[in-house]
């Protein structure tokens, strides 16, 4: 399967150490040691939004916060890359096309970043998934996936096993859209994913062998499909 994988910043660099990132790579390890060509989207984390607060602090604009974020990406992916040793390709680029490109022309896994302000890296995600004809999105996360209302508000919020997009939609129409915040998926990149109808697997992977069990299709999270 060609996959893209949304890597939050928050599990990569949330226990930042060797060990994390180690965790993580022997998981994606074990996926490419089977066949499968991955694209690998690694999110800013607390690192990031750190950064953030201090441009919050003098007023930056929201491009400005976007574009420093940006920088922090790259920089998890490239100790990302660095951790998965001869089984990536070290050179993290910064455009759809190199990224690409670099994917078609390797067997090797690729690891990539932010790319532009305005989106998250569930966005690049969604556009990099759209340019190599993925098969599947997954979004790694912290959270067991979707669920009908906010569950820290309302106690009585049920997990959604599957959603169509147009589902998927209305639920985090409501979350903001600013640097740090693009909430659990970019609404930009459900668009496209729906246009394209790629599926999107919105998993915990706290565990980062939830990664590799959503490829073997016993994921636990939230499947959001065109339901067709
Ligand atoms: P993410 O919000 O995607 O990081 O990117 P994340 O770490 O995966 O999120 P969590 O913490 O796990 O939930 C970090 C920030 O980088 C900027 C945005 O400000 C975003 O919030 N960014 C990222 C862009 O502006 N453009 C991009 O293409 C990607």
Not at 67 to 86: C, E
Not at 108 to 125: E, L, M, R
């Amino acid at each position: 399967m060609r996959i893209v994988l949304s890597l939050g910043g928050s599990l990569l660099t949330g226990v930042f150490s060797s060990d994390n990132f180690v965790r993580y790579a022997e998981v994606i390890k074990t996926i490419s040691d089977k066949g499968h060509k991955l694209i690998v989207v690694v999110g800013g984390g607390k690192i990031a939004r750190d950064y953030i607060d201090i441009a919050d602090g003098f007023d930056a604009s929201d491009f400005d916060k976007d574009y420093v974020a940006i920088k922090l990406t790259w920089a998890n992916a490239a100790l990302f890359a660095s951790a998965l040793g001869d089984y990536a390709e070290t050179k993290i680029n910064i455009s759809y096309d190199d990224i690409a490109e670099q994917f078609n022309s390797t067997d090797k896994v690729v690891v990539c970043g932010g790319i532009a302000p305005g989106q998250s890296t569930d966005g690049v995600s969604s556009k990099l998934a759209r340019a190599i004809g993925a098969d599947m999105v997954i979004n790694a996360t912290n959270v067991p996936g979707v669920y009908d209302s906010d569950p820290r508000v309302n106690i009585s919020a049920k997990k959604c096993d599957a959603l169509t997009f147009d589902e998927f939609r209305k639920i985090i129409s409501k979350n903001e859209q600013a640097p740090g915040k693009y909430g659990l998926f970019d609404l930009a990149g459900i668009d496209i994913l729906q246009d394209e109808n790629i599926d999107l697997v919105v998993i915990d992977a706290t565990n980062p062998r939830e990664i590799l069990q959503t490829v073997n299709g016993e994921q636990k999270g939230t499947l959001i499909s065109s339901g067709e």
